[in-house]
């Protein structure tokens, strides 16, 4: 007779019993009598190769009590409480972990039992495998596109975003306090450019990653939520869309062109200075020789003066050019007012 460390004794099949023919499968009342009256066995595992059976959540609450009353605050601890259905049956601490019937016989202890520890460091399992666990019930709505996305090919797993023994958010059980910390474990970059002086306002709780980002995958680039990039950022900057009479091809090609939209040191999230920025595309006509004086009083027209620069690179080529997101003006071929 051997003693689990759940203090259950766990007897050794009766005398006289007589064990099942090689390549059957015992049914559950067989494997109750053969395991003795104190072995609880709910059901049969068919699937599993060491015929391991399922014991249920009231054996586990045994050694794990502590635990357990951590875990009764999170949304899957409730989940289990109140008995809810899944696809593989009645949720218990086994849907997830796999049977435990050879935890129990071996005592207990981390890897006992051959148990799902959900551990990347464990070696006998990967991160597709205990992927495949989550995915089981989490595979519809947001999570749909989760196989072949960036995160999935990047061995990411599951767990690396979300806790679920410990509640440490309102929602999404998520590993870090706030969806931002989360995403920085591996976005360090990200982290570095939100701190810049011209910022999204994701340090403020105003909005997330996950606002323009699905981190579970998508159809789209970048993970993006929307289609596009534009489309992702009309989300919020409606008035941008249009249409325009007069539209401003690279802004209606992306607005990436311009706005570099995780942090800038520059004003408007702009990728540089303003003028630097037009001059991209646009050599500046108010410098070249014949063009008059712009700005200078006085001058001979034609050799420019002092001042000739002076709207153009001492303010901002938005000075006049201000519509530079579209205009439906008579005007508007030069984005002016």
Known sequence: MTVAAVGVAV?????????????????????????????????????DPEGRTYVGSKLCETCHAGLFDEFAETIMGRNIKSGKATPQGKMECESCHGPGSAHVNAGGGRGAGHIRSFRKSDPRTSVADTNTVCLGCHEKGEQTYWRGSTHETRDVACTDCHTVMRKTTPRFQLAKTTVMDTCFQCHKDRRAQSLRTSHMPVREGKITCANCHNPHGSATEAMLREDTV?????????????????????????????????????DKLLVVSRERLCQRCHTNPHSQAGLGTLGS????????????????????????????HGSNSPSGSRWHR
Request: with cysteine; proline share 12%.
């Open 11 to 47: 007897s050794a099949p009766p005398a006289g019993a007589v064990p099942p023919a090689a390549g059957t499968v015992p049914d559950a009342k067989a494997l109750q009598v053969a395991a003795g009256p104190q072995m609880p066995v709910l059901r049969l595992a068919p699937d």
């Open 230 to 266: 534009n489309d992702t950022c009309y989300t919020c900057h409606a008035e941008k869309r249009g249409p325009y009479l007069f539209e401003h091809p690279p802004v209606r090609e992306n607005c990436l062109n311009c706005h570099d939209p995780h942090g800038s040191m520059h």
């Open 297 to 324: 009083v006085g001058t001979v027209a034609g050799t420019g003066g002092a001042n000739a620069m002076r709207f153009a690179i001492g303010g901002s080529c938005q000075n006049c050019h201000t519509n530079i």
